[in-house]
């Protein structure tokens, strides 16, 4: 049978009567005016020892945890005598080149990918960084927010230490040289003296430490390449350069690698564990595994209970890009109603200079994200997004669908609602910034333009999630900016700070 090209019978859209874009600018990454205001990704660790390649390692590595911070990068290398080291503000693939990479020689690397909160956006804070200190060299890379470190550093201060960023991550690394302890121990205590989510690879000319906080707030998993250690973020960075993944790090632990191979040991005992239960909604990757559960499995489940506990009847089903698709899938399967692309995210717009005049934001400019016009005209959607913070957001994408032609807008949100600040390396707005501080769900169902809301509930998220833990207080999570349940003590000695401190 043979084929037969058609010509293309494509009608021209000459609609003059849609409504032009009236609402913001679809853009990104221009510091507090940043109109899209979901959360801010902390920041991302690499550590590697037992490797010729450690570098190199290391920048796949980040290049796969680039979406944890996209601000500064760095790698420190040790060659056994000393650090040879780069840092940047930038993405990895801009920061580091052929030539660069040549410099980094050395069988034991930390890396940082980094994301800072607006005007701290500056070369000294970013990591690994690197001192010199009585007994040689120390490189310190760190990923979540110490909530005591403005308390100790005034300390510290006032003791004669003079600090050279304004990065958590100095607070430890002073108090480890003003200790009169071999490293391993002044890490210890000052692991000890410090209060918060944490996850920290501590380098020396002969040493790696890597380290996890007493809750296990933030995420660091161990693998093996070879008879190499590798510790990431999160294990897509160890699937990028075929590492096995061996285990996560556990609340409190400490390990030592040294000429005498890997030394597990810990700093405290282990309090209750509470990995960051946003790390499963919304920040890891969909391809990353987090205690025993994969991401798009767990949030494809989160999707499906969602269903369960808020079913509406519609024509389809769409995910806001990138981190609701796998939710928004699991909505379709539970409920036969079929899942289309009904958004699309434009994935070029990371750092925009140019700032549109106002005659073409009125003819709507839309850089980030897009609705499919085919797809969701005449159709009932349900739009599936995995929080809501301010509301700004969602009620531009609700209007992005209305405007496509959408008749019905029902909005499934896979996490509870979002009424309290993060202080483990979440950048969050203030309380009353949150519109679940003050309203109803009814009213913010209203203020974001949509025909029905509904949020999932903590007990559906925690089931969905599973793993390792579920059995334990909240699943083995932390859910404070959904119940106020912090797992730390927050005394901040008189400075609250939040966010994140890398
Ligand atoms: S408060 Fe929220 S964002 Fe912060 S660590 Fe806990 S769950 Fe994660």
């Not at 969050?428 to 809301?453: G, M, V, W, Y």
Request: proline fraction near 4%; hydrophobic fraction near 35%.
């Amino acid at each position: 049978m043979s084929h037969e090209l058609k010509s293309a019978q494509v009608p021209l859209d000459n609609s003059t009567d849609l409504p032009l874009w009236t609402g913001d600018f679809y853009n990104e990454g221009t510091g507090s005016s940043d109109i899209f205001d979901t959360l801010k990704e902390e920041c991302g660790v690499f550590g590697v020892f037992g490797h010729s390649e450690a570098a190199s390692l290391s920048y796949y590595g980040l290049h796969a945890l680039q979406h944890r911070g996209e601000e500064s990068c760095g790698i420190c290398v040790a060659d056994g005598k000393e650090f040879n080291y780069h840092r940047g503000m930038g993405l990895v693939k801009e920061v580091f080149d052929k030539d660069i990479m040549a410099t980094l020689v050395g069988d034991v690397s930390i890396g940082h990918v980094r994301y800072a909160t607006s005007g701290d956006s500056r070369l000294a804070n970013a990591q690994p960084l690197v001192f010199k200190y009585r007994d040689g060299n120390l490189a310190i890379a760190t990923n979540g927010n110490i909530v005591n470190a403005p308390q100790i550093r005034r300390e510290l201060e006032e003791g004669g230490s003079i600090f050279q960023t304004t990065s958590d991550t100095e607070v430890v690394a002073h108090l480890i040289a003003r200790s009169s302890k071999d490293v391993v121990e002044a890490a210890k205590d000052a692991l000890q003296r410090i209060v918060g989510g944490f996850a920290f690879l501590i380098m020396t000319n002969d040493k790696l430490l890597v380290a996890s906080d007493p809750h296990g707030l933030r995420p660091i998993t161990m693998g093996r390449l070879g008879n190499s250690y590798i510790f990431a973020s999160e294990t897509c960075a160890l699937e990028v350069i075929g590492a096995e993944l061996i285990r996560d790090i556990q609340p409190g632990e400490l390990l030592i690698l040294d000429e005498d191979g890997l030394k597990e040991d810990r700093f405290t005992e282990p309090q209750r564990k509470a990995l960051c239960a946003m790390e499963y909604i919304y920040f890891a990757r969909p391809d990353s595994d987090l205690n025993g559960s994969n991401l798009h499995a767990s949030r494809k489940r989160m999707g499906s209970r969602m269903a369960l506990e808020a079913f509406v009847d519609a024509d389809m089903v769409t995910g806001v890009p990138d981190s609701s698709i796998s939710a928004a899938i699991g909505y379709a399967e539970q409920t036969g109603i079929p899942y289309e692309l009904g958004l699309i995210k434009n994935k070029y717009t990371g750092r925009t200079f140019i700032q549109p005049s106002q005659e073409l934001r009125e003819q709507g400019v839309k850089m980030k994200l897009s609705a499919v016009r085919r797809v969701v005209e005449g159709q009932r959607v349900v739009m599936i997004d995995d929080s809501i913070v301010r509301g700004t957001t969602s009620r531009r994408i609700v209007n992005l669908l209305r405007e496509a032609g959408a008749t019905e807008v029902h909005v499934r949100i896979t996490s509870p609602p979002f009424k309290n600040p993060c202080f483990y390396g979440i950048d969050t707005p203030n309380r009353e910034d949150f519109i679940a501080h003050n309203k109803t769900i009814d009213e913010i169902c209203q203020e974001i333009n949509a025909d029905s809301l509904a949020f999932l509930s903590p007990e559906g998220l925690i089931g969905a999630i599973g793993g390792d833990n579920a059995n334990d207080h909240n699943g083995g999570l932390c859910l404070a900016c959904f119940n106020n349940e912090y797992p730390t003590t927050l005394d901040f000695g008189g400075e609250e700070k939040g966010g994140c401190g890398c």
